[in-house]
Protein backbone atom coordinates (compact mmCIF):
# COMPACT_ATOMS: atom_id res chain seq x y z
CA UNK A 1 0.00 0.00 0.00
CA UNK A 2 1.07 3.32 -1.23
CA UNK A 3 1.63 5.81 1.77
CA UNK A 4 1.07 9.15 1.26
CA UNK A 5 1.80 11.37 3.65
CA UNK A 6 0.65 15.45 4.21
CA UNK A 7 3.27 17.10 7.02
CA UNK A 8 2.62 20.29 8.19
CA UNK A 9 4.28 22.57 11.19
CA UNK A 10 4.03 25.54 13.21
CA UNK A 11 0.83 26.51 13.42
CA UNK A 12 0.96 27.83 17.14
CA UNK A 13 -2.59 27.79 17.94
CA UNK A 14 -4.78 28.18 15.08
CA UNK A 15 -7.68 26.27 15.22
CA UNK A 16 -8.53 27.16 11.86
CA UNK A 17 -5.37 25.66 10.49
CA UNK A 18 -6.24 22.53 12.84
CA UNK A 19 -9.01 22.07 11.19
CA UNK A 20 -8.04 22.41 7.68
CA UNK A 21 -4.91 19.93 8.16
CA UNK A 22 -7.61 17.53 10.00
CA UNK A 23 -9.64 17.82 6.90
CA UNK A 24 -6.55 17.39 4.97
CA UNK A 25 -6.51 13.88 4.89
CA UNK A 26 -9.83 13.72 3.43
CA UNK A 27 -9.09 16.50 1.09
CA UNK A 28 -5.72 14.70 -0.58
CA UNK A 29 -6.24 11.26 0.47
CA UNK A 30 -3.58 11.33 2.62
CA UNK A 31 -3.17 7.88 5.10
CA UNK A 32 -0.12 9.76 7.18
CA UNK A 33 -1.29 13.14 9.17
CA UNK A 34 1.85 14.53 10.68
CA UNK A 35 1.81 17.74 12.57
CA UNK A 36 5.16 18.17 14.36
CA UNK A 37 6.49 21.59 15.77
CA UNK A 38 5.36 24.47 17.76
CA UNK A 39 1.53 23.53 18.62
CA UNK A 40 0.05 26.35 21.12
CA UNK A 41 0.48 29.64 20.54
CA UNK A 42 2.24 32.47 22.14
CA UNK A 43 -0.25 35.17 22.76
CA UNK A 44 -2.66 35.35 25.64
CA UNK A 45 -5.22 38.81 24.65
CA UNK A 46 -7.62 40.11 28.08
CA UNK A 47 -10.77 41.18 26.74
CA UNK A 48 -12.61 43.62 29.43
CA UNK A 49 -15.82 43.95 30.78
CA UNK A 50 -16.86 47.44 31.53
CA UNK A 51 -19.66 48.23 33.26
CA UNK A 52 -22.01 49.64 30.52
CA UNK A 53 -21.94 46.34 29.06
CA UNK A 54 -19.67 46.57 26.46
CA UNK A 55 -16.07 44.99 26.08
CA UNK A 56 -12.93 46.02 24.71
CA UNK A 57 -9.36 44.73 24.10
CA UNK A 58 -6.14 45.71 22.32
CA UNK A 59 -4.64 43.41 19.00
CA UNK A 60 -4.44 43.44 15.76
CA UNK A 61 -2.71 46.59 15.80
CA UNK A 62 -6.02 48.23 17.29
CA UNK A 63 -8.31 49.02 19.94
CA UNK A 64 -11.71 46.79 19.57
CA UNK A 65 -14.71 48.15 21.36
CA UNK A 66 -17.77 45.21 21.40
CA UNK A 67 -20.96 45.75 22.12
CA UNK A 68 -22.91 42.78 21.85
CA UNK A 69 -22.43 38.92 23.02
CA UNK A 70 -22.47 38.29 19.36
CA UNK A 71 -19.87 40.29 18.43
CA UNK A 72 -18.04 38.94 21.57
CA UNK A 73 -18.33 35.52 20.11
CA UNK A 74 -17.08 36.50 16.71
CA UNK A 75 -14.37 38.53 17.89
CA UNK A 76 -13.25 35.46 20.21
CA UNK A 77 -13.45 33.27 17.27
CA UNK A 78 -10.88 35.73 14.85
CA UNK A 79 -8.70 35.79 17.64
CA UNK A 80 -8.84 31.55 18.13
CA UNK A 81 -8.57 31.69 14.21
CA UNK A 82 -5.47 33.45 14.38
CA UNK A 83 -3.58 31.36 17.01
CA UNK A 84 -4.10 34.16 20.09
CA UNK A 85 -5.61 32.94 23.49
CA UNK A 86 -7.96 35.18 25.04
CA UNK A 87 -9.74 36.11 28.41
CA UNK A 88 -12.59 37.89 29.77
CA UNK A 89 -11.44 40.20 32.68
CA UNK A 90 -12.85 43.33 34.79
CA UNK A 91 -10.73 46.18 35.43
CA UNK A 92 -9.84 44.50 38.58
CA UNK A 93 -9.14 41.17 37.32
CA UNK A 94 -6.88 42.68 34.61
CA UNK A 95 -4.62 44.48 37.40
CA UNK A 96 -4.25 41.94 39.61
CA UNK A 97 -2.78 40.26 36.16
CA UNK A 98 -0.83 42.80 35.59
CA UNK A 99 0.67 42.79 39.10
CA UNK A 100 1.27 39.31 39.23
CA UNK A 101 2.56 37.66 36.15
CA UNK A 102 3.00 34.30 37.48
CA UNK A 103 -1.08 34.75 37.14
CA UNK A 104 -0.63 35.52 33.82
CA UNK A 105 1.62 32.46 33.37
CA UNK A 106 -0.64 30.08 34.87
CA UNK A 107 -3.75 31.34 32.75
CA UNK A 108 -1.82 31.31 29.66
CA UNK A 109 -0.93 27.20 30.41
CA UNK A 110 -4.53 26.56 31.44
CA UNK A 111 -6.07 27.83 28.40
CA UNK A 112 -2.70 26.07 26.12
CA UNK A 113 -4.19 23.24 27.44
CA UNK A 114 -7.87 23.79 27.34
CA UNK A 115 -7.30 24.58 23.29
CA UNK A 116 -5.20 21.27 22.87
CA UNK A 117 -8.10 18.76 24.27
CA UNK A 118 -10.37 20.49 22.44
CA UNK A 119 -8.22 19.59 19.19
CA UNK A 120 -7.23 16.52 20.20
CA UNK A 121 -10.87 15.36 20.45
CA UNK A 122 -11.79 16.62 17.45
CA UNK A 123 -8.73 14.61 15.62
CA UNK A 124 -9.53 11.36 17.90
CA UNK A 125 -13.51 11.63 16.56
CA UNK A 126 -12.16 11.52 12.95
CA UNK A 127 -9.21 9.25 13.52
CA UNK A 128 -12.16 6.59 14.74
CA UNK A 129 -14.70 7.65 12.09
CA UNK A 130 -12.48 7.15 8.99
CA UNK A 131 -8.70 5.00 8.83
CA UNK A 132 -5.49 6.90 8.41
CA UNK A 133 -2.46 7.19 10.77
CA UNK A 134 -2.01 10.92 12.75
CA UNK A 135 1.42 11.72 14.48
CA UNK A 136 1.22 14.74 16.73
CA UNK A 137 4.51 16.33 17.79
CA UNK A 138 5.65 19.21 19.82
CA UNK A 139 8.54 21.68 18.57
CA UNK A 140 10.47 24.17 20.45
CA UNK A 141 7.91 26.73 21.72
CA UNK A 142 5.69 24.48 23.07
CA UNK A 143 6.18 24.08 26.97
CA UNK A 144 6.94 20.54 28.38
CA UNK A 145 3.83 20.08 30.05
CA UNK A 146 1.41 19.69 26.45
CA UNK A 147 3.58 16.42 25.71
CA UNK A 148 1.71 14.76 28.81
CA UNK A 149 -1.82 15.43 27.39
CA UNK A 150 -0.36 14.36 23.64
CA UNK A 151 0.55 10.87 25.56
CA UNK A 152 -3.02 10.64 26.96
CA UNK A 153 -4.74 10.76 23.57
CA UNK A 154 -2.72 7.91 22.03
CA UNK A 155 -5.19 5.71 23.53
CA UNK A 156 -7.97 7.00 21.09
CA UNK A 157 -5.33 5.81 18.12
CA UNK A 158 -3.52 9.45 18.02
CA UNK A 159 0.37 8.79 17.66
CA UNK A 160 2.73 10.16 19.87
CA UNK A 161 6.30 9.02 19.23
CA UNK A 162 7.34 9.67 23.14
CA UNK A 163 10.89 8.12 22.64
CA UNK A 164 11.41 10.08 19.61
CA UNK A 165 10.61 6.93 17.19
CA UNK A 166 7.55 5.53 15.33
CA UNK A 167 7.20 2.88 12.19
CA UNK A 168 5.03 5.00 8.84
CA UNK A 169 4.62 2.34 6.47
CA UNK A 170 7.06 0.52 5.27
CA UNK A 171 9.42 3.48 7.00
CA UNK A 172 11.34 3.72 10.31
CA UNK A 173 10.92 7.95 11.46
CA UNK A 174 12.39 9.73 14.23
CA UNK A 175 10.95 12.75 15.68
CA UNK A 176 12.93 15.69 17.58
CA UNK A 177 11.47 18.77 18.91
CA UNK A 178 15.01 20.66 19.68
CA UNK A 179 16.03 23.18 18.09
CA UNK A 180 19.58 25.27 18.05
CA UNK A 181 19.80 28.27 20.30
CA UNK A 182 17.05 31.15 19.26
CA UNK A 183 17.28 34.63 20.61
CA UNK A 184 14.40 33.61 22.91
CA UNK A 185 15.24 31.12 24.48
CA UNK A 186 12.29 28.84 23.93
CA UNK A 187 11.61 25.80 26.04
CA UNK A 188 13.51 23.34 23.81
CA UNK A 189 17.02 24.35 22.70
CA UNK A 190 19.93 22.73 22.24
CA UNK A 191 23.54 23.60 21.51
CA UNK A 192 24.55 22.19 18.42
CA UNK A 193 27.10 19.97 19.88
CA UNK A 194 24.84 18.61 22.55
CA UNK A 195 21.98 18.24 19.65
CA UNK A 196 23.98 16.18 17.64
CA UNK A 197 25.08 13.89 20.09
CA UNK A 198 21.11 13.80 20.62
CA UNK A 199 20.69 13.49 17.07
CA UNK A 200 22.60 10.27 17.48
CA UNK A 201 21.01 8.42 19.86
CA UNK A 202 17.80 8.72 17.86
CA UNK A 203 19.26 7.72 14.51
CA UNK A 204 21.13 4.74 16.95
CA UNK A 205 17.71 3.12 16.89
CA UNK A 206 17.03 2.96 13.00
CA UNK A 207 17.67 -0.55 11.55
CA UNK A 208 17.29 0.48 7.71
CA UNK A 209 18.50 4.48 7.66
CA UNK A 210 18.41 4.96 3.61
CA UNK A 211 14.63 4.05 3.59
CA UNK A 212 14.07 6.17 7.32
CA UNK A 213 12.31 9.70 7.98
CA UNK A 214 13.57 12.30 9.64
CA UNK A 215 11.38 14.15 11.65
CA UNK A 216 13.35 17.60 13.17
CA UNK A 217 12.10 20.39 13.83
CA UNK A 218 14.36 22.58 12.67
CA UNK A 219 15.91 22.91 9.44
CA UNK A 220 19.32 21.79 8.15
CA UNK A 221 21.66 25.05 7.99
CA UNK A 222 22.63 26.88 4.95
CA UNK A 223 19.82 25.65 2.58
CA UNK A 224 16.62 27.48 1.14
CA UNK A 225 14.59 26.08 4.11
CA UNK A 226 16.66 28.31 7.14
CA UNK A 227 16.52 31.94 6.20
CA UNK A 228 14.94 34.32 8.70
CA UNK A 229 15.31 37.90 8.91
CA UNK A 230 18.65 38.93 10.56
CA UNK A 231 18.15 40.66 13.78
CA UNK A 232 19.85 43.63 15.82
CA UNK A 233 20.31 43.41 19.90
CA UNK A 234 16.91 44.67 20.13
CA UNK A 235 15.45 41.74 17.99
CA UNK A 236 13.94 44.22 15.41
CA UNK A 237 14.69 43.37 11.60
CA UNK A 238 17.80 44.65 10.39
CA UNK A 239 17.11 46.94 6.68
CA UNK A 240 19.61 47.96 4.20
CA UNK A 241 18.05 50.02 1.42
CA UNK A 242 14.68 49.46 2.03
CA UNK A 243 15.02 45.37 2.17
CA UNK A 244 15.18 43.05 5.11
CA UNK A 245 18.57 41.68 5.40
CA UNK A 246 18.38 37.57 5.68
CA UNK A 247 20.36 34.77 7.17
CA UNK A 248 20.91 31.13 7.46
CA UNK A 249 19.52 30.47 11.10
CA UNK A 250 19.08 26.69 10.48
CA UNK A 251 21.05 23.75 12.82
CA UNK A 252 24.40 22.51 11.56
CA UNK A 253 24.17 19.57 13.67
CA UNK A 254 20.96 18.36 11.51
CA UNK A 255 23.07 19.06 8.46
CA UNK A 256 25.54 17.25 9.49
CA UNK A 257 23.16 14.23 10.51
CA UNK A 258 21.59 14.48 6.73
CA UNK A 259 24.70 14.58 5.44
CA UNK A 260 26.12 11.87 7.32
CA UNK A 261 23.24 9.18 7.45
CA UNK A 262 21.33 10.12 3.99
CA UNK A 263 17.63 9.44 5.37
CA UNK A 264 15.33 9.00 2.66
CA UNK A 265 13.03 12.26 3.58
CA UNK A 266 13.83 15.35 6.66
CA UNK A 267 10.92 16.96 7.47
CA UNK A 268 11.13 20.43 9.09
CA UNK A 269 9.61 23.47 10.09
CA UNK A 270 10.62 26.39 12.85
CA UNK A 271 11.41 29.04 9.83
CA UNK A 272 8.20 30.34 8.99
CA UNK A 273 9.41 32.37 6.11
CA UNK A 274 11.55 29.62 3.97
CA UNK A 275 9.25 27.18 2.88
CA UNK A 276 10.32 24.96 0.18
CA UNK A 277 12.18 21.80 -0.40
CA UNK A 278 16.25 20.97 -1.20
CA UNK A 279 18.24 17.83 -1.92
CA UNK A 280 21.45 17.45 0.69
CA UNK A 281 22.95 14.17 -1.37
CA UNK A 282 20.02 11.64 -1.98
CA UNK A 283 17.69 13.61 0.80
CA UNK A 284 14.99 15.67 0.13
CA UNK A 285 14.24 17.87 2.56
CA UNK A 286 11.51 19.83 3.19
CA UNK A 287 9.81 22.97 4.90
CA UNK A 288 6.22 23.97 4.04
CA UNK A 289 6.47 26.98 6.38
CA UNK A 290 3.36 29.11 7.94
CA UNK A 291 0.86 31.62 7.89
CA UNK A 292 -0.67 30.61 10.92
CA UNK A 293 -2.10 34.28 11.78
CA UNK A 294 -3.80 34.17 8.69
CA UNK A 295 -5.51 31.15 9.30
CA UNK A 296 -3.83 29.27 6.32
CA UNK A 297 -2.24 25.95 6.23
CA UNK A 298 0.91 25.15 4.47
CA UNK A 299 1.81 21.60 3.63
CA UNK A 300 4.30 18.85 1.94
CA UNK A 301 2.50 15.91 0.27
CA UNK A 302 5.08 13.14 -0.03
CA UNK A 303 4.58 10.24 -1.84
CA UNK A 304 6.33 7.07 -0.68
CA UNK A 305 6.42 3.37 -2.05
CA UNK A 306 8.08 0.68 -0.09
CA UNK A 307 11.96 1.59 -0.35
CA UNK A 308 11.59 5.02 -2.40
CA UNK A 309 9.82 8.52 -2.84
CA UNK A 310 7.35 8.67 -5.65
CA UNK A 311 6.50 12.46 -6.11
CA UNK A 312 5.73 15.26 -3.65
CA UNK A 313 4.43 18.96 -3.63
CA UNK A 314 4.10 21.61 -1.22
CA UNK A 315 0.07 23.48 -0.98
CA UNK A 316 -1.45 25.74 0.67
CA UNK A 317 -5.04 26.86 1.56
Do not use: C
Not at 276 to 288: A, D, F, H, R
Amino acid sequence: MKTRIFFSADIHGSTLVWKKWIKASEVYQANVLILSGDLTGKVLVPIIEHENGTWSAKYFGRRWVIESKEGLREFENRLEDSGVYYIEVDKSELEEMKNDQNKVYEMMNKKIEERLREWLELLANEVTKRDFMAIVYPGNDDELFIDNILKEYTRYGIIFPERGFTEIGKHEAIFSPYVNPTPWNTPREMEEDRLMKYLEELISSINNVGNSLFVIHPPPYGTQLDLAPQLTADLKPVVIGGSVQYQHVGSLAVRRMIEKNQPLVGLHGHIHESSGSEMIGKTLTVNPGSEYSEGILRGFIVDLDTTSIEKYWRVEG
